[in-house]
């Protein structure tokens, strides 16, 4: 099973809105809406942003949106803050009955 | 608050064992799947296994397959995993992570274990 595909690195300045994007199969991302994403700060664990595609735990920021087309899901980051800098990791359940990790985004806000 | 804390890393050389263990507290661990995922030096995210919440299934990715074995105990509220003939590459932060609808929701702080050739 190889890595759902994201961007190296993704960039942008206090109040502008970023999108990073997740692309993987037919037999993951295209399958299921078991989508998740995480945020992770240097020497932190990872913290769940986003679940089922689109759905926000209780406590994060409305700031925070999914979303899937196809084989690719997104993740959308309005009004961004100087806090939001850190790595971004998107997962998803697969047919074979196991999960895939993305390679991960560095975001950085300017 | 759901905790999850690991245990059991460390400096291994290359070819033996170690087992980590992760307690669970502040949720009905006997209701959850759980999984362990590690987090390469080059933090990379690396699912590793899940075993379902009564223990009946497990699941594995393929590169660990006959050599780890991921279990639980209920009773104690806490997870497993045997690591054995273990190489430089499994090299990592090892985290513990609850699951909800199928993918991790809260992760543990992670132990580190490192495989010396």
């Known amino acids: 099973q190889s890595a759902l595909t994201q961007p190296a690195s993704v960039s942008g300045s206090p109040g502008q809105s970023i999108t990073i994007s997740c692309t993987g199969t037919?037999?993951?991302?295209?399958?299921?809406?078991?989508v998740s994403w995480y945020q992770q700060h240097p020497g932190k664990a990872p913290k769940l942003m986003i679940y089922?595609?689109?759905n926000r735990p209780s406590g994060v920021s409305n700031r925070f949106s999914g979303s899937k087309s196809g084989n690719t899901a997104s993740l959308t980051i309005s009004g961004l803050q100087a806090e939001d800098e850190a790595h971004y990791y998107c997962v998803s359940y697969t047919t074979s009955t196991t999960w895939v990790f993305g390679g991960g985004t560095e975001l950085t806000v300017l | 608050q759901v905790q999850l804390v690991e245990s059991g890393g460390g400096v291994v050389q290359a070819g033996r064992s170690l087992r980590l263990s992760c307690g669970a507290s502040?949720?009905?661990?006997?209701?959850?799947?759980m999984h362990w995922v590690r987090q390469t030096p080059g933090k990379e995210l690396e699912w590793v296994a899940t075993?379902?919440?009564?223990?009946?299934?497990?699941a594995y990715t393929d590169s660990v397959k006959g050599r780890f074995t991921i279990s639980r105990d209920n009773s104690k509220d806490t997870l497993y995993l045997q690591m054995n003939s273990l190489r430089a590459e499994d090299t990592a932060v090892y985290y513990c992570?609850?699951?909800?609808?199928?993918?991790?929701?809260?992760w543990g702080q992670g132990t580190l274990v490192t495989v010396s050739s």
């Open positions: 502040g949720f009905t661990f006997s209701s959850y799947g």
């Open positions: 089922g595609v689109s």
């Open positions: 075993i379902w919440a009564d223990g009946a299934k497990s």
């Open positions: 037919s037999t993951d991302i295209g399958t299921f809406n078991y």
């Open positions: 992570a609850r699951d909800v609808k199928w993918n991790p929701d809260y």
